[in-house]
């Protein structure tokens, strides 16, 4: 008896903290004529908590990888305090470096098969680079908190599993500037659209 009452207590406990999570769905659109988001470059849409400290960065590393003096992938998003492995698969040596501020950063020169770990503190865009490879970029978003959603080629975005409050909405496109808003979140779904390039529904 005693085993089912613990049971079913964990298993409302569950049932109440996932009770106060909403999700925030919509579509970006782009108020620049003849242009489509599409041929734009990635377009995240990230949310930062209003009412105090939002959720822990993820506990995983995320991995940019160095293979035929190319990164995989060249556009990775990463969250404020996140730990990001750079992994060298190729045959050749490299040497990882960003003059991004505040999250610069240089790795030094590792051979095949090693790693070496980098961890991005502030949000913002980093540019990374090879020293010994010119054509070598890629493109790392650093995004405030867990909860963002990229926008798919008809510019569709879902953020899942927010926990009620209160949020600063931006919409990023490195090609646009950025648009924000303010919006509170429920236990339910809430619908935000957001035009880049132009003024926001």
Not at 70 to 89: K, S, W
Not at 127 to 154: D, F, R, W
Not at 168 to 179: F, G, K, M
């Amino acid at each position: 008896m005693r085993v089912r009452t613990l049971a079913a207590c964990a298993l409302a406990l569950l049932a109440s903290a996932g009770a106060g999570a909403g999700e925030v769905v919509g579509r970006v659109t782009l108020g620049v004529e003849g242009a489509r988001l599409a041929d734009l470059g990635p377009t995240v849409v990230f949310l930062e908590s209003l009412d105090g400290p939002g959720a822990a960065p993820p506990a995983n590393r995320a991995v940019l990888r160095q293979r035929n003096a190319r990164f995989e992938p060249e556009f990775l998003i990463v969250v404020a305090g996140q730990i990001v492995r750079v992994a060298n698969d190729d045959t050749i040596f490299h040497n990882v470096f960003s003059f991004s501020r505040p999250n610069d950063f240089d790795l030094g020169v590792y051979p095949a098969g090693e790693s070496r770990s980098v961890t991005f503190a502030h949000p913002g865009l980093v540019k990374v680079y090879c020293s010994i490879h010119e054509s070598m970029n890629a493109t790392v978003l650093v995004t405030p908190s867990p909860l963002y959603g990229s926008a798919s080629a008809t510019g569709d975005y879902r953020i899942a599993s927010v926990p009620a409050g209160r949020y600063r909405l931006t919409a990023w496109n490195e090609r646009l500037p950025a648009v924000t808003r303010v919006l509170t979140v429920g236990a339910n779904a809430l619908r935000a659209d957001v035009a880049l390039g132009g003024d926001s529904p």
